[in-house]
C-alpha cells in the first residue's frame, strides 16, 4: 500500500445524498497557519465545533496550537474545542495485526487501534458533537492522506457518514474508502494484498 498519496476504492458507492447518510464530519489539518488563517479557515467552512484527535495536543513551534490555548481561542471565536485522546495516533502495531496491507507502521498500528474499545469511545463521542453542531476533526499534518485521519474518515464512511477533507477556504475534498480496508461488521481492517495463486512463497 502507498503511504504518501491516497488510493482510492473506485467501487465503493460514493455517499452524496445527504439522505444516505448518517451524518457529515469535516477533517482538518492545523499545519504551520497562523492563529488568524487557521480560525478564518474554520469560519470559511462554518465550523462550528473541533475535534482535536492528536495524542499529545502541544506544539513548541506554534504554541497557539497547544490544545490549552486552542480551546480558550477557540471559546472566543464561538467554536466548541473537544481533545479525544483515544482517537490520536501513534499507535504500535498489535502482534498478529490484520492490518498488513500498511506498509508505514503507524498507520498498521491505528487500524489495531481502531477495534479497541477506546477508540469506539472516542469516536462516538466525536459523532455525538457531530450531530449537534458542525464538526471538523484536527490534526497537525496540512495533507490528510499522511494523516491517521483517512483512517478514521474509511471508518465514517463505512458507517455512512459524509467526510470532506478542508484544503483551503473553498476547497474541499470528499473521502472515498481505501481501496485495501475490507468490512467486519462495523469495523474495518487492511488485509494484506493477496499474491498470485501460483506465485512463488
Not at 482510492?8 to 451524518?23: E, H, K, R, V
Not at 486552542?70 to 481533545?83: E, G, I, P, T
Not at 485495501?180 to 501460483?198: E, H, K, N, S
Request: glycine content about 8%.
Amino acid at each position: 500500500m502507498h503511504d504518501t498519496s491516497p488510493l482510492i476504492n473506485t467501487d465503493a458507492p460514493a455517499l452524496q445524498a445527504a439522505g444516505d447518510a448518517a451524518g457529515m464530519l469535516w477533517t482538518i489539518g492545523h499545519s504551520t497557519r497562523t492563529w488568524e488563517a487557521f480560525v478564518a479557515l474554520l469560519g470559511a467552512h462554518r465550523i462550528e465545533a473541533l475535534v482535536d484527535v492528536r495524542r499529545f495536543p502541544g506544539s513548541r513551534r506554534y504554541p497557539w496550537f497547544a490544545g490549552d490555548t486552542m480551546a480558550q481561542a477557540l471559546d472566543a471565536a464561538s467554536v466548541r474545542y473537544l481533545w479525544l485522546p483515544a482517537l490520536g495516533g501513534r499507535r504500535k502495531a498489535q502482534p498478529g495485526s490484520p492490518n498488513g496491507a500498511w506498509r508505514n507502521a503507524a498507520f498498521q498500528g491505528y487500524a489495531d487501534h481502531m477495534t479497541s474499545a477506546d477508540f469506539g469511545a472516542g469516536l462516538e463521542q466525536a459523532t455525538a458533537m457531530a450531530r449537534e453542531r458542525r464538526t471538523a476533526l484536527m490534526c497537525a499534518e496540512a495533507l490528510w492522506w499522511q494523516c491517521h485521519r483517512r483512517l478514521i474518515a474509511d471508518l465514517l464512511l463505512h458507517r455512512r457518514w459524509q467526510v470532506l477533507h478542508i484544503l483551503g477556504e473553498t476547497a474541499v475534498q470528499p473521502h472515498q474508502l481505501n481501496a485495501d480496508a475490507r468490512p467486519v461488521g462495523r469495523d474495518l481492517i487492511y488485509p494484506p494484498r493477496q499474491v498470485g495463486l501460483f506465485s512463488a512463497e
